[in-house]
């Protein structure tokens, strides 16, 4: 499975692995699975270290920078089609991480970790959640 790892499951994949659960787990931990990360979460985890939210030692950008050395994880580019899909996506708010998160999600064929209820709710992207206790199939 190619997944993308919402912001929340990065960060705790380092930080506290205990809350992923042993689905979530076992999916990150399967060399048959490809990992990825939107640079948008990358930029979600230095903005929530900058208003002390998470604690990145030594500091934020070296903690980014050897926490994506340590696991093969491939970058989603933000590109056009993104950006347009971002706007459209159905969700019930307007936090441009998440647009762009799902938006990555959707373009990419990629499935969506995350324990965030709201994405939760766009059908546009296939989930795989602890919450949900299965894989959601993409509603054609």
Known sequence: MKLLLDTHIWLWSFLEPERLGQEISHELE???NELWISPISIWETLVL???GRVILD???ETWVRTALSKVPIREAPI????????RKINLPH???ADRFIAATASVFGLILITEDGKLHQVKEIQILSTKLCRLREEKK
Request: hydrophobic letters at 25%; aromatic letters at 0%; zero cysteines.
């Open 30 to 32: 399967n060399s048959q």
């Open 49 to 51: 270290a900058e208003k």
């Open 58 to 60: 030594p500091d934020p």
């Open 79 to 86: 590109n056009t089609e993104i950006a347009l899909l971002s």
């Open 94 to 96: 307007q936090d441009p």
